[in-house]
């Protein structure tokens, strides 16, 4: 292996995607640096301008006329951040998400146009083939925050979703498959009915694979949203993964003009109560009932998110 075999293959592949190709419309009117800038913003609800040159490895100078191009369009709103004064905060307005979303879409066509190519028996060995290269030129360090991201469900999602709400809450807590027949209905519902504007689902991914959820949904109380079926895999908990899903459901709830978020959930699942705690989520009320096989005490939250005046 040569550093010329390596040149090589970034030339190949970059070629391949389309990555310089700006007669494609690719990432039109964007360069291919904006669009990834886009692309964070859109998968990190909030985010400073300092950790987004960190992550990205940009020049402060170089990021900051990026920003100000996306302020003159109108794509990010500015402010100072809500944990630190002496930081900015960057947020994407609506249209800043219909930008983002585009070029997303024009990037899932193309890949999807790609591996069209490759029949279904030689697609675990690309993947494998992925992993190799990740592992070895990533030098074995732990995954970080800033390497997941939040995304719209793909094709299986769903069906992950209940799969792996399923084994989870069996392994620790033993809860039997009435849970699993519970989530399968409510993942169903979302997939059968549901408002693309007022309801949405996010996958938190790590090195290609699902490794999170949460879901926003209409609930039957006029102007409120309802949070359901947050999980965050054993193997990548302590990266923040809960904290980003829980916020990017507020941030959407309120942009869309919901009042109040609601979620259920049972005293026993103690992580998931930190992380609503820590979002000003209040307890309106506990039950006890018996329930996937054990008595439990379930929970209700609720978080305003309007002023009262508003």
Known sequence: MTVQDLRSFNRFYTNLIGALDYGRHLYAPYTLTESRVLYELAHAPRTDAADLRAQLHLD????????NRFEGDGLIERGPSETDPRRTRITLTARGREAASLLDERAQETVGALLAKVGPADRPRLAEALRTVRALLGEGRAPRPEDVVLREPG?????????????????EYGWNADYEGLVARIVADFAQDHDPHL???WIAELDGRPVGCVMCVRDEAPGTARLRLLLVEPDTRGLGIGDRLVTAVIEFARGVGYRELVLWTNDVLSAARRIYQRHGFVLAAETRHRSFGHDLVGQDWRLELRESGD
């Open 155 to 171: 094709p299986g999602d769903l069906g992950w979703i209940v799969q792996r709400n399923a084994a989870l809450y069996r392994a």
């Open 60 to 67: 402060a100078g170089y990021l900051s006329r990026i920003l």
């Open 199 to 201: 309801e949405r689902v």
